[in-house]
């Protein structure tokens, strides 16, 4: 099969819709699951669909993406499940799959709304208090693909390439050079709003790909990140900060943290499909990166909403 991608993402034609359903619901019959009802989540950096009126969630990962990596998400899930957080559970079946080149992983669906900033910080203090069972011991990788997103996202132009290759080149030496202030821990890696569910039992932590031993700056530097790009608001970061206790904004070493946070936003804005092709996105996406090579405070970053296809065909019984 003639795998469709856009740079480093599936892309948003009907053919590559009609390809990842056709992933899904071979990788579902493969673990004996009934691929039925599929539902289109979000379609970029990976494809997430409901299965079985929302009670199974699959995440097709693009075709390149190590199977160790997606089996390593899974154990990292049961394993701050064993440790009492509250976290999304992946099923009890033989996985991941591996469809085509294409990782597949099934996870039981959460029905529920996005969380509040309480919520993930009183998340983030219960994962950093944890230490891991030495499988899952790995370093925390906060500039995981970024180089490869660089290299391949439909909505850089190469100039823009050539300049973001040299911020990540710089944020990387200086972000090795840190010195936390505080003790490192077992971090999340993308610790944001958009991966806490909050359900009528209770908040929920989901998406585990970046986790694993680092500084604790990095989980905190995300939301005051938002917060200076105008996506979180003075009191809602203040709430932050005060429900885990530190503003990681008085951090000598926070410049070089928001550098890499607003870097990896960036990137995962310019590899979504129909990118290149869009003025409104280009125009933001110049204007993002201007800030990061000058180094300057960010100006506000205009939020661009996921791409949400249509129903997708096949992958019914």
């Not at 990976?46 to 199974?56: E, I, M, P, S, T």
């Not at 709430?239 to 206790?245: E, K, L, T, V």
Request: glycine residues 10%; aromatic residues 8%.
């Amino acid at each position: 099969m003639q795998v469709l991608m856009c740079g480093d993402a599936w892309d948003d034609s009907a053919d590559s819709r009609g390809q990842v359903a056709a992933i899904c619901a071979k990788a579902a019959r493969r673990a004996g699951l009934r691929p039925t009802d599929l539902e289109w989540v979000r379609l970029g950096e990976r494809a997430v669909l409901r299965v079985d009126a929302g009670r199974v969630i699959a995440r097709v990962e693009r075709p390149g993406v190590d199977v160790a990596d997606a089996a390593a998400e899974i154990g990292v899930a049961r394993w701050l499940s064993t440790a009492g957080i509250p976290v999304t559970h992946p099923l009890p079946v033989d996985q991941p799959v591996v469809v085509d080149g294409a990782v597949v992983t099934f996870w039981y669906g959460v029905f529920g709304h996005q969380g509040s900033v309480e919520q993930l910080a009183d998340l983030l203090l219960q994962v950093h208090a944890l230490t891991p069972p030495p499988e899952l011991a790995r370093p925390a990788r906060p500039f995981l693909r970024l180089r490869r997103r660089i290299a391949r996202a439909p909505g850089l132009i190469e100039d823009e390439r050539r300049r973001l290759a040299a911020v990540l080149d710089a944020t990387a030496g200086e972000f090795r050079a840190l010195q936390p202030e505080l003790t490192p821990g077992y971090v999340h890696g993308d610790a944001a709003c958009h991966n806490v569910l909050a359900t009528p039992g209770g908040p929920v932590l989901f998406d585990f790909e970046y986790a694993g031993w680092g500084y604790r700056e990095w989980d905190l530097a995300q939301t005051a990140a938002y917060h200076d790009i105008g996506w979180i608001s003075e009191p809602g970061y203040r709430a932050f900060a005060g429900a885990y206790g530190r503003d990681v904004r008085a951090v000598p070493g926070y410049p070089v943290l928001r550098r890499a946070r607003l870097l990896r936003e960036l990137t995962g804005l310019a590899q979504r499909p129909g990118t290149a092709g869009d003025p409104t996105v280009r125009a933001e996406i110049q204007r993002r990166v201007t800030d990061l090579e000058l180094g300057r405070p960010p100006s506000a970053w205009r939020r661009i909403a996921p791409v949400h296809p249509t129903h997708p065909t096949g992958g019914q019984p």
